[in-house]
């Protein structure tokens, strides 16, 4: 696999980033890992919190549809130690680096490999101007050796691709920048919309009347610049003005 | 013997974390003048909660600290961008996947360290900086930037890194200090292992041993 160019890869992205390329993040990402020579590419991006444990907001990957499904129905970002590690991570780290002396863990690797999701991997920490944690990762199937080889000849390449993706998937998902700060009211009313609850249960549980409710989120949605409530809400997580570590505890039930 | 400590997991390092901060407190606020913040005699800032990289260097016989640095990606919140921006030019600035900025290099004198080298440079800053050529093969960076005063300037001479200084020097408390930047290529990786020869500096190991203890 040797010394990759990067040049096709950083020209799909710069369009990416200046509105030229139409293409979804995904379609883009499988295109740079045939452009480079991985077998996957994968992005996450982490709530930026205060608190110690980052927790994972989005994500972008080139995985096969049934490996995406199955990571979700199977609940493996709770067990997968690249989220764990990578999520506070400040140098770049080889998977094979992990400790997988959990049998869940084990179990979670082979099956990851029998959904090609690659043999190597490695993850890229990058952080953005507002602090904002993101993890990019290349999966690969070549044999340990040539691995070895391509990281070490190619990580420089690799750190400018990573913080290009990072960039990329920022304009794909539209967030609001600069930074929103809500009230302390309008905070607790998004997140129990977060949570599921309707105007008036938010009133009975805030102990505050229908009306006030409405106008704390209606403000709440104009700051966010959003269309909608839902859409408010999806903004608010994904920035981190609401903390995604909030809508723990909250069910469909 | 150096250790690269993630800031996320300094709390498993909390006697090298200790002698670090207290390092920096008397050398910055102390010795150097800076408009530092001290609490509790730690020296501590807003950068030291945006997770940075730690190199310190400890006594590899019996663990005591001798000096440390900290690293930060200019991707993120920095420095030279968030407090030093009046040693730019206006509207310039180093933002760069591959350029990590060094800050509050620091050392301790203690009996059992090793001589100086030929060059007359400290072993400990010696160290320190050698370790940074080593993160940067880890991170594939291609260039450090600094903000420092005209000690370590000559430090960073004899140890082969060739500062090339930007912008304007200006006075910051009781000393000078310049911007500048050095390549971390071939050639410096070249001059440091020559260095560590010499002084018989081992590479740093202890990025697996943060790892082993963050998932104890």
Redesign the interface.
């Known amino acids: 696999m040797g010394n990759v160019t990067i040049e096709s890869a950083a020209i799909r992205l710069t369009d990416t980033i200046l509105g030229y390329n139409e293409q979804d993040l995904e379609e883009t990402l499988k295109a740079i890992a045939l452009d480079i020579g991985v077998s996957n590419i994968a992005y996450m991006r982490f709530a930026p919190d205060k608190s110690s444990d980052a927790s994972l907001l989005t994500g972008t990957v080139t995985y096969s549809f049934q490996w995406q499904t199955r990571y979700f129905l199977k609940q493996y970002v709770l067990i997968d130690p690249v989220i764990a590690y990578g999520g506070k991570a400040v140098l770049p780290f080889d998977w094979d680096e992990l400790a997988r002396d959990d049998p869940a863990v084990q179990a979670f690797f082979s099956d990851a490999l029998t959904h090609d999701v690659g043999h190597n991997g490695l993850s890229i920490p990058v952080r953005n101007r507002r602090g904002v944690y993101s993890l990019v990762s290349y999966t690969s199937n070549h044999a340990k050796s040539e691995w070895q080889e391509f990281k070490k000849s190619n990580m420089v390449k690799l750190q400018l691709i990573s913080v290009l993706i990072d960039s990329a998937a920022s304009v794909n998902l539209k967030l609001s920048s600069p930074p929103v700060k809500l009230s302390k009211r309008e905070e607790q009313c998004l997140i129990w919309a977060a949570r599921g609850k309707t105007y008036q249960d938010i009133s009975d549980i805030l102990n505050i009347s229908f009306g006030s409710v409405k106008s704390y989120l209606d403000t709440a949605r104009h700051k966010l610049n959003c269309a909608n409530l839902t859409h408010a809400v999806g903004v608010a997580i994904a920035t981190g003005v609401i903390p995604a570590k909030a809508l723990q505890g909250s069910s469909f039930k | 013997m150096l250790k ?1 400590i ?4 300094a709390s498993l390092f909390p006697m090298e974390m200790d002698a670090m901060f207290r390092n920096r407190a008397i050398t910055f606020s102390e010795r150097l003048g800076w408009d530092v913040t001290v609490k509790d005699g730690y020296e501590r800032d807003e950068f030291d909660d ?4 730690y190199l310190v260097s400890v006594d590899p016989k019996t663990n005591e600290y001798w000096g440390s640095l900290r ?1 930060l ?1 200019t ?3 920095n420095m030279l961008r968030d407090v030093f921006p009046c040693l730019l030019a206006e509207g310039e600035f180093i ?1 760069s ?2 350029i990590w900025e060094s800050s509050r290099i620091c050392a301790v004198a203690v009996d059992g360290q090793p001589q100086r080298s030929r060059q007359g440079v400290n072993f400990v800053l010696s160290e320190l900086i050698a370790g940074i050529g080593e ?1 940067a ?6 260039q450090i930037v600094s903000v420092f005063d005209a000690r370590i300037y000559r430090v960073l001479k004899a140890v082969g890194c060739n500062p090339q200084l930007i912008g304007r020097p200006r006075r910051i408390g009781a000393t000078m200090s310049y911007a500048g930047l050095f390549d971390t290529g071939e050639g410096l990786l070249a001059a440091l292992t020559a260095f560590r020869e010499e002084l018989g500096i081992e590479p740093p190991e202890s ?2 041993l943060a ?2 203890l ?2 104890a």
């Open positions: 690269l993630e800031g996320s997991r945006a997770n940075p990289l690293l990606p991707t993120g919140p933002e996947a591959t993160v093969i880890i991170a594939g960076l291609t990025k697996e790892k082993e963050a998932f």
